[in-house]
């Protein structure tokens, strides 16, 4: 492992909730960056548009992805071809994932040290109702990550997270991963950032765990010092995350933080119930 790695995510098994095809590219390029930066692999599980999409980020981000891809840094799988490979009768087969996956990624660890996934065939499963496949492929990524050099970021729309009766889905999602990821924060020309609860200058204003996070602090009526006596969460980790300078949360500093305000942690992520 060379110091030019960002140690924070490694090892980690990651879960990002996506509004738009846009944003879906932007954090995945966030997390794959730095292996291609550094000279080690990264292998991205996804459709050809979703792929084609991640590519055009990375190269807005100053990446040259077409070298990557010649090198054998940067790989594909199709989330078809692999689903098929998992699944062939319909059920995750856990054998057949280690003959597929599990072989290229003892390959790539072989070659480069550290490996950054970024795996979106899971939220297609998910909004085909195999949520049994969905738990198999978690199951054995988490078990990956947390035994060796590979990170996997997972993608889901957050569209299938959208009401009262998908809480159930989503609190066994966020429980399958280690952090949960917020979106890329824009740049704004505000000299001071908005307070909570007023909308962009278009009217809109995206779910974060920042905004989240300060909205049901203050409608507690509490400090961030009060809010990190009651949560056990450092005041700099509460300070980082209200700035935005901090978007992968542990989810045991989420629920810390859910548990103190007495709010779900669905709702922390910006998604269910809204604050």
């Not at 730095?34 to 459709?47: F, K, M, S």
């Not at 490996?115 to 939220?123: D, E, L, M, Q, T």
Request: glycine share 10%; charged share 20%.
């Amino acid at each position: 492992m060379t110091g030019q790695r960002d140690s924070h995510q490694a090892g980690r098994h990651l879960v990002h909730f996506y509004e738009s095809d846009r944003q879906q590219a932007d954090v995945a390029a966030q997390h794959l960056g730095p292996a291609l930066a550094v000279g080690e692999p990264a292998l991205v599980v996804a459709n050809p548009k979703q792929a084609h999409r991640i590519d055009q980020a990375l190269i807005g981000a100053g990446h040259d992805v077409a070298a990557a891809r010649r090198a054998g840094q940067l790989v594909d799988l199709s989330s078809a071809d692999t689903v098929q490979a998992w699944a062939p009768a319909g059920q995750f087969d856990e054998k057949a994932w280690h003959v597929s996956a599990g072989s290229l990624l003892r390959d790539l660890v072989g070659a480069g040290g550290h490996v950054r996934c970024y795996g979106a065939a899971v939220g297609g499963l998910w909004a085909e109702g195999r949520t049994d496949v969905v738990a198999g492929i978690e199951a054995v990524w988490g078990a990956v990550c947390g035994n060796g050099p590979v990170s996997m970021l997972c993608g889901y729309p957050a569209q299938l997270f959208a009401t009262f009766r998908d809480a159930p889905g989503l609190a066994q999602v966020c429980h399958a991963h280690d952090e949960v990821v917020g979106p890329p924060r824009k740049p704004s020309n505000r000299a001071q950032p908005a307070p909570a609860g007023v909308p962009d200058e278009q009217g809109n204003q995206p779910p974060s765990i920042a905004d989240a996070l300060r909205r049901a602090r203050v409608r507690r009526g509490w400090t961030r010092e009060d809010l990190a006596h009651h949560s056990g969460v450092s005041y700099g980790a509460i300070v980082q995350i209200e700035a935005g300078r901090r978007t992968d949360v542990r989810l045991s500093s989420l629920v810390a933080l859910a548990e103190a305000l007495d709010v779900s942690v669905d709702a922390l992520i910006g998604r269910w119930p809204p604050l």
